[in-house]
């Protein structure tokens, strides 16, 4: 199975996480989801393996979420599913799925934990943050 990652090509986080992918030697499936759309049975696939829930997985700041009036608690996940299908830009990002697990990648450095190799160092994310080091080890480790 190999890397597929749900990308956003205007979303800093998402194209960092794409570079850490494919710095560590994978050459991974790109979703342009602002472009394909998801399904419902994708969503909720993708929503049960990476432990999210509609309302955890909802993108707040930078899509329509509040002028649709979806950050009210008292929206329900079908509410927010049938949004996100017609906006698929209220799913934040990027989702990563890889044979060790599927997981909303944000901070960048949480792709990090799916990989089979780290990627040589150093590498750092676009405003300069470093991630691995020049000896291959992870900086920052939480």
């Not at 991630?131 to 291959?136: H, K, M, R, T």
Request: net charge negative; proline share 10%.
């Amino acid at each position: 199975m190999s890397i597929v990652i749900h990308h956003n090509p205007a979303c800093g986080t998402s194209r960092n996480v794409l570079a850490i992918i494919e710095a560590s030697g994978e050459t991974p499936v790109v979703i342009d989801y602002l472009q394909t759309g998801w399904t419902r049975p994708q969503l909720l696939a993708l929503f049960a393996a990476a432990d999210l829930t509609p309302r955890t997985a909802l993108r707040t700041t930078k899509s329509p979420a509040e002028e649709l009036g979806l950050l009210d608690p008292s929206v329900d996940d079908e509410t927010l599913l049938d949004a996100m299908l017609e906006h698929p830009v209220l799913v934040n990002r990027p989702i990563v799925c890889s044979p060790k697990g599927v997981r909303l990648c944000r901070p960048s450095e949480m792709v990090l934990d799916l990989l089979e190799r780290l990627p040589p160092g150093p590498i750092a994310k676009e405003d300069g943050t470093p991630l691995i080091a020049a000896d291959g080890s992870r900086v920052g480790r939480r």
